[in-house]
């Protein structure tokens, strides 16, 4: 188990993983800048070379890591997005009962969307000044991710893979030509370390 770091060397290790060069982290850290330039950086050299702040400095790095990256529980419900989402979702009633697309960030299952596509018609003949929006919504393909969430979850028998001889028939196997094979090679690895007769010229 990881010693207590100081105060200071907490802070000398965060002021790294900040990318500070070391010797602006020893002397941002509290530690005594007086001393000539040359020496700070042995300092600081060492500083950093102690097992206990190298073993933080791995921690904050994967810590950093861990949360760039999706969890199992985030990717997870991604997919439940995708498989829950309707194109109702994405749509709303108005008043005199006509259906428009609303489409907004407090929306659910947004990462079911795909592609929006708006186009702008003119309503009636081309001459109107009127002019009405269309507006095509494309959804993911529930399809798809229901199958990925069942691999991830396990769900499927492990795939049988058959092979299969010429024709599609079973596979001949002639064992005694392996076995003669077989043999051959090991008499030629035995050949091969013999040690060669000793011969006096």
Not at 135 to 158: C, F, H, Q, S, W
Not at 184 to 197: D, H, L, M, T
Request: charged share 30%; hydrophobic share 35%.
């Amino acid at each position: 188990m990881r010693k207590t770091l100081t105060p200071k060397q907490e802070k000398f290790v965060r002021n790294l993983f900040e990318g500070m060069s070391q010797r602006e982290a020893y002397i941002n850290a509290g530690y005594s800048s007086k001393s000539s330039p040359a020496i700070l950086d042995i300092r600081a050299c060492e500083a950093a070379k102690a097992s206990k702040v190298l073993v933080r400095l791995e921690e904050l790095r994967k810590k950093a890591e861990d949360k760039s990256v999706a969890s199992v529980l985030e990717r997870k419900q991604v997919l439940t997005e995708i498989i829950r989402a309707r194109h109702t979702d994405f749509m709303t009633c108005s008043a005199d009962g006509v259906w428009f697309h609303d489409i907004g960030p407090e929306k659910l299952n947004l990462a079911a969307l795909k592609q929006i596509q708006t186009t702008t018609m003119p309503f009636g003949d081309k001459e109107s000044p009127d002019k009405v929006l269309l507006t095509k919504v494309e959804l993911n393909d529930p399809i798809r991710a229901i199958a990925e969430l069942n691999k991830m979850g396990g769900d499927y028998a492990p795939e049988k893979h058959e092979l299969s001889g010429k024709d599609g028939g079973p596979i001949e196997i002639d064992h005694r030509a392996a076995l003669i094979g077989r043999i051959n090679n090991i008499v030629a690895r035995s050949r091969e370390k013999q040690i060669p007769e000793r011969t006096d010229g």
